[in-house]
């Protein structure tokens, strides 16, 4: 715990003018990002009696190592970097609105040739409208499925309409009369994308001049007495009539306006925000916070606007924002959210009528969306305290671990040995901070010699940290000379420290591999980042930099040897070593003849069970996913400076490696995109590469003919070798 004191600026250092300030602990992380129209007057606040704070910014003030301040011109600028800062660096002592969900939107793509209809979830993408959210995805698709009989925009995937347009017959919903089947022709790309531009028209709260045209059909069809053709106007009718009852209206036509309501207590709050367009409530969505400082509900509102407008431009920013209370001072955020709209935004408190009336029943969802929050955490965070305080009991730890670092090897025979890092935060997963290692240290099954290789790369890097931030006592280099030895590679690209070229290739979660390995595969999604990449400054939050308080080990006492054995070889005593032993569930620590047993029903025993299962599914899919990638892998492939897209074009112009190796140079030059000093290397590559033998089907005894060069694979395992064994016995072989 830190001294206020004794990072005080002195008197005089501070500006009297408009800035934003980041407070930093002591592994250079940034903690907290604040603004301030003075940064003289705010940041006094912080350096008083800690008697007199709040309980949680005392926590912060002490946990905080330094603090530096950047002046702006104005409070505009204030508010736009302080947003900026708080997304790039993901304080964990500043207000940040969790969803508990990630909410649906209806989507049309209006930057693709045929737009298409559909459900679309995550960050939003340039050239495609939204329309809600909406709080389930069902309640999406009932709408689409009435207004398609109006306006029958094409809602297939992109496979479907290919193979459509390629056998010249439309899906079902092209027979039925709710696709207008662009795919076979029956209407132009220009005509297809006026009828999506009308359907967007209808969604945006549009409606009455459609309904009014078809009103005037219906009666013309019926003069003429062509009733059948008036019978459908007539349903077309009913169902754009329906599809509006799912959205009653609520304000006055035209209206639109986003409406914000604050449930809180003294430590948490909940946001509520109902979005109207065309007088009619489109969506609906809600976040929770913990409030980590004294914070007013202004205060909260203008968080809860970042978080809401940061991302959006134009129509978005709505015309009107209802808010139960103003930020303090009001302009910046007005003026900031006019500039993001590009015309005027009206922030203010409904005093009155509809609009009043609508932000109670938004209030009301706040504080049921409050109540039904702490209802859900409170047994969980009960039991999540419980069980790190178990764990620290049992392995006598001076504190609970609040991170917790769980490391497991993989492999298949010995072959394609990795291994995986996974942090659990709190007693939850953070699989933003997930790592994956190759071991290619050396060859074989080795576990316990994979295990210190692992753990010295990691903590090598930990303190190639410190040193870089002049955090190591001692000053010393960690290698002759002075360089990192590692230089792992992260998702972000950016070479670290060291530029050596790291034995293992060590990919982030993002899937790129270190220098020393192939790029490593995502794998099921599960760890990968979320949002942009970060780079390799001080304060950014996904890094090797920061060391956990206990190191859990898939294994028994070898492993645990083997862990404690490298931090000892690099001279840190200050994290706990343990292994969980699958057996017999039992806990191992270091020089230690007799395991930890901990009950069956100990919620810390489960916790560490969780970790450990994680680290080994993290494991296993990364190493599942090198092995196919191996499998897959064609001579075009050892072609240095030879992609992806270059890859694909040689393939489909010549239709075969086996034709592409009997090509000449000039002929491969044919290719766009294809040089001939390229060429020039794909004909050495290939005429140097032994053509792969015939494939033969085990089952069969045929001989397959495979002109690409590529093994042959089954079509219930694709990817995979025909090997012998049932499944069971095949999974079984790993690791």
């Given at each position: 715990?830190?001294?206020?004191?004794?990072?005080?600026?002195?008197?005089?250092?501070?500006?009297?003018?408009?800035?934003?300030?980041?407070?930093?602990?002591?592994?250079?992380?940034?903690?907290?990002?604040?603004?301030?129209?003075?940064?003289?007057?705010?940041?006094?606040?912080?350096?008083?009696d800690?008697?007199?704070?709040?309980?949680?910014?005392?926590?912060?003030?002490?946990?905080?190592?330094?603090?530096?301040?950047?002046?702006?011109?104005?409070?505009?600028?204030?508010?736009?970097?302080?947003?900026?800062w708080?997304?790039?660096?993901?304080?964990?002592?500043?207000?940040?609105?969790?969803?508990?969900?990630?909410?649906?939107?209806?989507?049309?793509?209006?930057?693709?040739?045929?737009?298409?209809?559909?459900?679309?979830?995550?960050?939003?993408?340039?050239?495609?409208?939204?329309f809600?959210?909406y709080?389930?995805?069902?309640?999406i698709?009932?709408?689409?499925?009435?207004?398609?009989?109006?306006?029958?925009?094409r809602?297939?995937?992109?496979?479907?309409?290919?193979n459509?347009?390629?056998?010249?017959?439309?899906c079902?919903?092209?027979?039925?009369?709710?696709?207008?089947?662009?795919?076979?022709?029956?209407?132009?790309?220009?005509?297809?994308?006026?009828?999506?531009?009308?359907?967007c028209d209808?969604?945006?709260?549009?409606?009455?001049?459609?309904?009014?045209?078809?009103?005037?059909?219906?009666?013309?069809?019926?003069?003429e007495?062509?009733?059948?053709?008036?019978?459908?106007?007539?349903?077309?009718?009913?169902?754009?009539?329906?599809?509006?009852?799912?959205?009653?209206?609520?304000?006055?036509?035209?209206?639109?306006?986003?409406?914000?309501?604050?449930?809180?207590?003294?430590?948490?709050?909940?946001?509520?925000?109902?979005?109207?367009?065309g007088?009619?409530?489109?969506?609906?969505?809600?976040?929770?916070?913990?409030?980590?400082?004294?914070?007013?509900?202004?205060?909260?509102?203008?968080?809860?606007?970042?978080?809401?407008?940061?991302?959006?431009?134009?129509?978005?920013?709505?015309?009107?924002?209802?808010?139960?209370?103003?930020?303090?001072?009001?302009?910046p955020?007005?003026q900031?959210?006019?500039?993001?709209?590009?015309?005027?935004?009206?922030?203010?408190?409904?005093?009155?009528?509809?609009?009043?009336?609508?932000?109670?029943?938004?209030?009301?969802?706040?504080?049921?969306?409050?109540?039904?929050?702490?209802?859900?955490?409170?047994?969980?965070?009960?039991?999540?305290?419980?069980?790190?305080?178990?764990?620290?009991?049992?392995?006598?730890?001076?504190?609970?671990?609040?991170?917790?670092?769980?490391?497991d090897?993989?492999?298949?025979?010995?072959?394609?040995?990795?291994?995986?890092?996974?942090?659990?935060e709190?007693?939850?997963?953070r699989?933003?901070?997930?790592?994956?290692?190759?071991?290619?240290?050396?060859?074989?099954?080795?576990d316990?010699r994979?295990?210190?290789e692992?753990?010295?790369?990691?903590?090598?890097?930990?303190l190639?940290?410190?040193?870089?931030?002049?955090e190591?006592?001692?000053?010393?280099?960690?290698?002759d000379?002075?360089?990192?030895?590692?230089?792992?590679?992260?998702?972000?690209?950016?070479?670290?420290?060291?530029?050596?070229?790291?034995?293992?290739?060590?990919?982030?979660?993002?899937g790129?591999?270190?220098?020393?390995?192939?790029?490593?595969?995502?794998?099921?999604?599960?760890?990968?980042?979320?949002?942009?990449?970060?780079k390799?400054d001080?304060?950014?939050?996904?890094?090797?930099?920061?060391?956990?308080?206990?190191v859990?080990?898939?294994?028994?006492?070898?492993?645990?040897a083997?862990?404690?054995?490298?931090?000892?070889?690099?001279?840190?005593?200050?994290?706990?070593?343990?292994?969980?032993?699958?057996?017999?569930?039992?806990?191992?620590?270091?020089?230690?003849?007799?395991?930890?047993?901990?009950?069956?029903?100990?919620?810390?025993?489960?916790?560490?069970?969780?970790?450990?299962?994680?680290a080994?599914?993290?494991?296993?899919?990364?190493?599942?996913?090198?092995?196919?990638?191996?499998?897959?892998?064609?001579?075009?492939?050892?072609?240095?400076?030879?992609?992806?897209?270059?890859?694909?074009?040689?393939?489909?112009?010549f239709?075969?490696v086996?034709?592409?190796?009997?090509?000449t140079?000039?002929?491969?030059?044919e290719?766009?995109?294809?040089?001939?000093?390229?060429?020039?290397?794909?004909?050495?590559?290939?005429?140097?590469?032994?053509?792969?033998?015939?494939?033969?089907?085990?089952?069969?005894?045929?001989?397959?003919?495979?002109?690409?060069?590529?093994?042959?694979?089954?079509?219930?395992?694709?990817?995979?070798?025909?090997?012998?064994?049932?499944?069971?016995?095949?999974?079984?072989?790993?690791?």
């Open positions: 715990m830190a001294d206020p004191s004794s990072y005080r600026p002195r008197p005089g250092e501070i500006p009297d003018t408009p800035g934003v300030y980041r407070f930093r602990d002591e592994h250079r992380r940034v903690i907290y990002v604040g603004k301030a129209k003075s940064l003289r007057q705010r940041l006094a606040n912080y350096f008083q800690l008697a007199h704070l709040h309980p949680r910014t005392r926590t912060m003030v002490t946990t905080a190592a330094s603090v530096e301040w950047t002046v702006v011109s104005t409070e505009v600028e204030a508010l736009q970097l302080e947003y900026s708080i997304k790039e660096y993901d304080p964990r002592f500043n207000v940040k609105y969790r969803d508990d969900k990630s909410y649906p939107y209806l989507a049309v793509t209006m930057n693709e040739e045929f737009p298409r209809v559909q459900v679309m979830r995550g960050h939003k993408k340039k050239g495609v409208r939204y809600g959210p709080g389930h995805a069902w309640a698709r009932d709408t689409v499925d009435l207004l398609l009989r109006v306006f029958p925009v809602t297939c995937s992109t496979g479907v309409f290919k459509a347009a390629r056998t010249g017959r439309p079902l919903l092209g027979y039925i009369g709710k696709c207008s089947a662009p795919c076979v022709g029956r209407i132009t790309p220009d005509d297809h994308w006026d009828l999506a531009d009308e359907f209808f969604m945006a709260g549009r409606t009455g001049t459609y309904l009014r045209r078809l009103e005037r059909q219906m009666a013309d069809a019926a003069e007495m062509e009733y059948e053709r008036a019978a459908r106007l007539r349903d077309d009718i009913g169902a754009l009539k329906k599809a509006m009852e799912k959205s009653a209206v609520v304000l006055a036509d035209a209206t639109d306006a986003d409406l914000i309501a604050v449930a809180e207590d003294e430590l948490e709050a909940a946001v509520q925000i109902f979005h109207v367009r007088g009619r409530v489109r969506g609906q969505r809600g976040w929770v916070t913990d409030k980590v400082e004294e914070i007013t509900t202004g205060a909260l509102v203008e968080h809860a606007l970042q978080q809401l407008y940061g991302e959006e431009s134009g129509d978005a920013v709505p015309k009107e924002v209802l808010v139960p209370a103003l930020p303090d001072p009001v302009e955020v007005q900031w959210l006019t500039e993001r709209r590009g015309s005027g935004v009206s922030l203010r408190i409904p005093q009155r009528g509809d609009k009043k009336a609508l932000m109670e029943t938004v209030q009301r969802n706040a504080q049921q969306a409050l109540v039904l929050h702490k209802t859900k955490r409170a047994s969980d965070l009960t039991t999540r305290s419980r069980a790190l305080e178990e764990i620290a009991e049992a392995l006598d730890l001076d504190s609970a671990p609040l991170r917790i670092e769980c490391y090897i993989s492999h298949l025979q010995g072959d394609d040995v990795v291994a995986s890092m996974v942090v659990f709190d007693g939850l997963a699989k933003s901070e997930y790592r994956r290692f190759q071991i290619k240290g050396f060859e074989g099954q080795d316990v994979s295990m210190h692992v753990i010295t790369r990691r903590f090598r890097r930990y190639a940290e410190k040193e870089k931030t002049g190591w006592a001692d000053g010393e280099s960690l290698t000379g002075g360089q990192h030895a590692d230089g792992e590679q992260h998702a972000d690209g950016a070479q670290h420290p060291g530029g050596g070229q790291h034995p293992g290739g060590d990919a982030g979660p993002g790129q591999a270190g220098p020393g390995g192939q790029a490593a595969a995502p794998d099921d999604g599960e760890a990968l980042t979320h949002g942009p990449a970060l390799d001080d304060g950014r939050p996904k890094r090797f930099a920061y060391p956990p308080q206990l859990v080990v898939d294994g028994g006492q070898p492993q645990v083997a862990a404690q054995r490298a931090l000892d070889e690099l001279g840190i005593d200050d994290i706990a070593v343990c292994g969980l032993a699958k057996r017999l569930e039992e806990v191992w620590l270091p020089r230690e003849d007799d395991p930890v047993v901990l009950p069956r029903t100990s919620e810390g025993l489960y916790l560490l069970q969780r970790v450990r299962d994680e080994h599914r993290f494991a296993i899919t990364y190493q599942r996913t090198k092995r196919a990638k191996r499998f897959r892998a064609g001579p075009l492939d050892d072609v240095p400076g030879l992609g992806e897209t270059r890859k694909q074009a040689l393939i489909k112009h239709g075969s086996k034709r592409l190796r009997a090509a140079i000039d002929q491969i030059c290719v766009p995109g294809i040089g001939r000093k390229t060429a020039e290397t794909v004909a050495v590559a290939l005429a140097g590469a032994t053509p792969a033998g015939p494939a033969v089907n085990t089952a069969t005894g045929e001989i397959m003919d495979n002109d690409d060069g590529a093994p042959e694979t089954t079509a219930d395992a694709p990817g995979e070798p025909v090997s012998a064994g049932t499944p069971d016995e095949r999974r079984g072989q790993e690791r």
